[in-house]
């Protein structure tokens, strides 16, 4: 099912991490063709303790005394250890903070299988996966899909660390699409060439597995070497201007792409878990149209915004969207040269 990426919604999350809220809400036992009636209307986001409220008032009555009665157990601490153990994520909107408090609040609820129907960055489908449930993991954006390709599999085996090393040593810089497109945009010439060498030669394997790995070790690595981790805005010159900086990171900014992407492979490898339950992930799809059956459905939509011109997360991601799609990213781009419409 093809995305129409104008119902990617938008979202007003504060840079201040205090004036942040969540809005995700647990559901059980609900077939999800009626999620666009349950999708919240928008409205103002809510607080923490709404939240709370609004997971307990929508489980059974059976699971509210499982939830009520929950104690600490030992395979508590195996799992709160897990999650220390997940990557980093950089990402607008990531619940990877709150999946201890997420876990507290799900532990007590009799479910097998769940959906994360706006997963993003996969945190809470591999929170749910630890906890040995069935995931299906969704997400508007395709970036986000195959990140989830590489997060929630087992894969320590399926890419060895000198294989990894050696293709990103062979990399052969060239001066295609990124350096035509986006010249002095988001990252310098030479870094461009090597992301278009680095593109070509990911989208040339045909393994998906293996191919999602080099995708998420390369769109973390992207992420880190932008201002804000973001692509709202091509602000290049924030990072190349010689001034006094009170905020960013220039060094993390400067660093070579090669030894990033080797950082988040490591990070990827070190993770403990092995799933008993493989998951689906499904192709990226716009959360109404996802037709099936789930014992939980797990929503965290973007918060909505009236204001027509704030950023979505298409803005905000769309050159890791594009990397994604990097054969037929110029069928996307607006005239502005920025994004896909
Ligand atoms: C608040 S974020 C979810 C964060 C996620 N729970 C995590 O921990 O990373 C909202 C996500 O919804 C996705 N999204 C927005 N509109 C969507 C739609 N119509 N259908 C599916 N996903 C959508 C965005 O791409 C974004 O990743």
């Known amino acids: 099912m093809k995305l129409d990426y104008s119902t990617l919604e938008t979202e007003t999350l504060s840079n201040n991490p ?6 995700s809400i647990a559901i059980q036992n609900q077939d999800v063709r009626q999620l666009k009636s349950i999708v919240p209307k928008p409205k103002k986001p809510v607080s ?8 307990i008032t929508t489980i059974t009555e ?49 479910f097998n299988t769940v959906l994360d129907a706006f997963g993003g960055t996969a945190s809470t489908s591999l929170l749910f996966q630890t906890m040995g449930k069935k995931v299906t993991f969704n997400d508007g954006l395709k970036c986000n899909q195959i990140m989830a390709t590489a997060l929630l599999q087992n894969n320590k085996e399926l890419l060895p660390q000198k294989e990894f090393e050696e293709f990103i040593k062979e990399v052969i810089p060239n001066r295609g699409f990124i350096s035509h497109t986006f010249h002095n945009d988001y990252f310098t010439e030479e870094e461009n060439q090597w992301l278009d060498g680095i593109a070509l030669k990911i989208h040339s394997l045909t393994c998906e597995k293996v191919k999602s790995i080099y995708f998420y070790c390369l769109f973390q690595a992207c992420l880190q070497k932008r201002p804000f981790n973001l692509f709202h805005r091509k602000n290049l010159n924030l990072r190349l201007r010689d001034v006094k900086r009170s905020f960013g990171n220039l060094k993390t900014w400067n660093t070579e792409f090669s030894v990033l992407m080797l950082r988040s492979y490591k990070q990827l490898s070190k993770m403990t878990t092995n799933f008993d339950c493989s998951p689906i992930i499904l192709p990226a799809t716009d959360a109404s ?10 929503l965290d939509p973007p918060y909505i915004n009236s204001k027509p011109t704030s950023d979505t997360y298409l803005k905000k991601y769309h050159f890791l969207e594009g990397l994604s799609n990097y054969h037929s990213w110029s069928d996307h781009i607006k005239d502005d040269g920025s994004r896909y419409s």
Do not use: M
Request: charged residues 30%.
């Open 62 to 110: 059976k699971n509210k005394n499982n939830l009520l009665n929950n104690s600490s157990t030992t395979s508590d601490s195996n799992i709160l250890d897990e999650i220390q153990e997940f990557p980093t994520t950089r990402y607008y909107g990531s619940k990877k903070r709150l999946l201890p408090w997420i876990y507290e609040n799900t532990k007590g609820l009799e």
């Open 48 to 55: 923490i303790e709404q939240i709370d409220e609004a997971i």
């Open 18 to 23: 205090k004036q942040n809220r969540i809005d």
């Open 289 to 298: 149209e996802i037709k099936g059956k789930f014992d939980l459905v797990y």
